[in-house]
């Protein structure tokens, strides 16, 4: 059964510091992997995905993620926080097999804090 | 950008009442989902639906609840006799056609309030 995990309910980064939300996963074969964000009342907005090729996939607002493979990890990251990227953010998955994306699983979320 | 219409942004009911949330989902997509997230935490699915059936549906969606889309343009979800637990947001979501790779576009949110 698919799953994803991320394992902070919380992340505290300064302003201009590097930041990473983890994720992992758990499916069968070769997954797809998606981050949204969320703001406050706001619904879901995608942010990246991985699909096949490049480990490194870019995103909206200067985020990116790595899948890895062999951790069976897919960490969104960014170079320099910003306050405004405090939010929270979810991790999820699908099974490429899946093509009605009927079976999406999303992660519990990880609440950025990110202090000027 | 197209988006993802919810209304009402805010519905007050006293349980045992009947309620419908409505969707319009983005005009050429073809797969909708409603999801219910209880006070910012997780994001848990309930149901979607694709060519005018429920393609899948979690063990929260119980007889309690339908989805309809009854004119071409809209998505409802209709919550029958409410209980003080179905408080929470309802999102709804649509993604484009074939292909497990697309992403699903969210609404803002329906926050239902059982009194």
Redesign the interface.
């Known amino acids: 059964a698919q799953s994803v995990a991320q394992p902070e309910d919380q992340v505290n980064v300064a302003e201009g510091n590097p930041l990473t939300v983890k994720c992992t996963y758990s499916v069968s074969g070769n997954p ?1 992997l ?1 981050w ?1 964000v ?1 703001y406050p ?6 942010l990246l ?1 991985y ?1 096949t090729g490049d480990n490194l996939v870019k995103g909206s607002y200067g985020f990116e993620a790595e899948f890895n493979k062999s951790q069976t990890s897919f960490h969104l990251k960014k170079p320099s926080a910003l306050v405004s990227d405090s939010a ?1 953010y ?1 991790c999820a998955v ?16 990880t609440r950025l804090f990110v202090k000027a | 950008e197209p988006e ?1 219409t919810q209304t009402p942004s805010h519905q007050v009911t006293q349980m045992g009442q009947e309620v419908i949330l409505r969707c319009v989902p983005i005009s050429n997509h073809l ?1 909708f989902y409603w ?1 219910r997230q209880i006070l ?4 848990e ?1 309930l149901v ?1 639906f ?1 060519n005018n059936e429920i ?2 549906k979690s063990e929260i969606f119980d007889d309690q609840f339908s989805v309809e889309r009854p004119d071409g343009s809209n998505f409802t979800l209709k919550i029958r006799s409410t209980k003080l637990e179905d408080s929470a947001m309802y ?1 709804c ?1 649509s ?1 484009e056609g ?12 329906t926050r239902l309030s059982i009194l």
Do not use: C, M, W
Request: net charge positive.
């Open positions: 797809y998606f949204y969320q009342n706001r619904g879901l907005q995608f995905k699909i929270l979810f699908r099974d490429p097999e899946d093509t009605g994306g009927f079976k999406t699983i999303f992660g519990a979320g | 993802v797969y999801y910012g935490q997780k994001v699915f979607s694709y393609s899948e999102f979501a993604r074939t292909g497990a790779s697309q992403p699903q576009h969210f609404g803002d949110g």
